[in-house]
């Protein structure tokens, strides 16, 4: 058995490095242990968000959005181009560099601070022992504290088993050689969204099928109205209501079995991306018998303070309850080791943000109007279109809009929700805002620069009480 360390934390995803980093910032003698490598089988940091998921995919859609201003938004300019082409091979290229870029960058952050990194697979044999197993050997490490931090993997439909080849993951979507021209896609949430954007934007006929009848259920109603709209004037053709039923490959397509209110039908297409989601990463993780919990689905119990049902041994990111999002999974590792460090720690979890990456891009914090009603409480909202604001009208990206909801009896903000250019820019003011319990009101009397895309966010919040100044209440 090798040495005592205050912490040994397993994963280095956002959760895991982050935890790692913060751990050594306070003095504490840390590891990290990860067992990722990447297409040349050496250690790869980042988890999947950094390796195969947020930063690559964020890469190619800004990559087939600037292909498509090119194709169909700079005439309007004065700026014509004859015969532009796409370069897949380049773009995936780029998206490469960019992930070794931040991987490598997770290592220096590493070494400058001094967490240990240890690559391999981690075991936890008992609350202070951590097993770590590689090509190379298998070693016990002595740990006073654990933080369980090992994500989250693809959920595999059994109807439409992976493949690798012509039935994919977000991963395998992330690398096709050309665009394929008939993709399918599974499931109509974050991923299935993202990915279809960015292949439909470079030439793909894209079919997203959806098992619930409604687009975006958890957005608010009138944000995923608007976003539908969208989603169709780009071609993407979202089916609702849809329950595949098999996938049957071929050497060169996929034929996709589904069934709807209109009864069975057949898809053909020349790949297809299954994207219903992601479950807990425990695949031998723990040692039976060690003592931590693990729920109905999977994932790991903890209480409010990520601390597991074994003293010492914490567990935070997609492994543990809440949303599936790398910074909530980064500000659940910084205070997991504030708390181990003897600090006080707390993550608010009803002021989380969420982002799709989609163009328009869709944010939100907070409640929607649909779960106001529900819950029958008193709210008034305040809309207010990007359209009306000089800025949007300037940089020609005029879709979507803002809107607020604030307690009709308090003012406080209980949910904002944004559909345009920059929502994931945009929504950190309102997060900021909420996080003070601010008031629709405190937002309407801030001074926001003109001419700017945050004069939405000023316009709704003056729009709350019927007091926009530009467009009529």
Not at 242 to 249: E, I, L, P, R, Y
Not at 323 to 336: D, F, Q, R, T, Y
Not at 428 to 433: L, R, T
Request: glycine letters at 8%; proline letters at 4%.
């Amino acid at each position: 058995m090798s040495q005592l360390y205050d912490v040994v934390v397993v994963g280095a995803g956002p959760a895991g490095y982050v935890a790692a980093i913060r751990c050594a910032q306070l003095g504490l003698n840390t590891a990290c242990v990860d067992q990722w490598t990447d297409n040349n089988g050496k250690p790869s940091l980042g988890g999947t968000c950094l390796n195969v998921g947020c930063i690559p995919s964020k890469a190619l859609l800004d990559s087939s959005a600037q292909y498509h201003r090119v194709q169909h938004q700079l005439q309007s300019h004065g700026i014509h181009i004859e015969g532009a082409t796409m370069d897949i091979a380049a773009m995936l290229a780029r998206k490469e560099k960019i992930v070794s870029a931040l991987t490598k960058g997770i290592e220096g952050l590493f070494k400058h601070n001094k967490v240990t990194f240890i690559h391999g697979h981690g075991r936890l044999v008992a609350k202070d022992q951590i097993k770590i197993t590689n090509q190379q050997n298998e070693d016990t490490v002595q740990t006073a504290n654990v933080v369980l931090a090992t994500g989250s993997a693809p959920i595999e439909l059994a109807v439409a088993p992976f493949d690798d080849k012509h039935i994919v993951d977000s991963t395998g979507a992330l690398n096709f050689k050309q665009p394929p021209k008939r993709l399918g896609v599974v499931g109509a949430g974050v991923i299935g969204l993202e990915l279809g954007s960015v292949w439909s934007r470079l030439g793909s006929k894209v079919v997203i099928l959806e098992a619930l009848p409604t687009l975006l259920p958890t957005v608010d109603q009138q944000i995923a109205k608007d976003a539908a709209r969208q989603f169709k004037q780009q071609g993407l053709d979202i089916r609702l209501g849809t329950n595949v039923t098999g996938a049957k490959s071929t050497a060169d397509s996929v034929t996709v079995s589904y069934a709807d209110n209109d009864g069975e039908h057949k898809l053909k297409v020349d790949r297809l991306v299954v994207a219903v989601g992601r479950r807990p990463y425990t695949e031998n993780l723990l040692e039976p018998g060690v003592g931590v919990d693990l729920d109905e689905r999977g994932f790991i119990r903890v209480d409010e303070q990520c601390r597991t049902s074994v003293p010492g041994v914490y567990a935070v990111g997609d492994v543990v309850r809440g949303p599936m999002l790398a910074h909530k999974g980064s500000e659940e590792g910084i205070a997991v080791a504030e708390l181990i460090a003897g600090q006080s720690a707390h993550v608010n979890y009803d002021v989380i943000p969420w982002v799709i990456y989609t163009h328009p891009e869709i944010a939100w914090v907070g409640r929607a109007e649909q779960d106001l009603q529900k819950a029958e409480i008193p709210y008034s909202a305040g809309v207010f279109p990007f359209a009306a604001t000089g800025r949007a009208l300037a940089v020609d990206d005029t879709a979507g809009r803002v809107k607020i909801l604030a307690h009709k009896h308090t003012d406080e903000i209980l949910g904002v929700h944004i559909i345009g250019s920059q929502a994931s820019e945009l929504i950190a003011e309102v997060v900021i805002a909420m996080e003070f319990t601010a008031s629709a009101e405190d937002i309407a009397r801030t001074v926001h620069a003109h001419p700017t895309l945050s004069e939405a966010v000023h316009e709704a919040a003056l729009a709350v009480h019927k007091r926009a100044i530009h467009r009529a209440n």
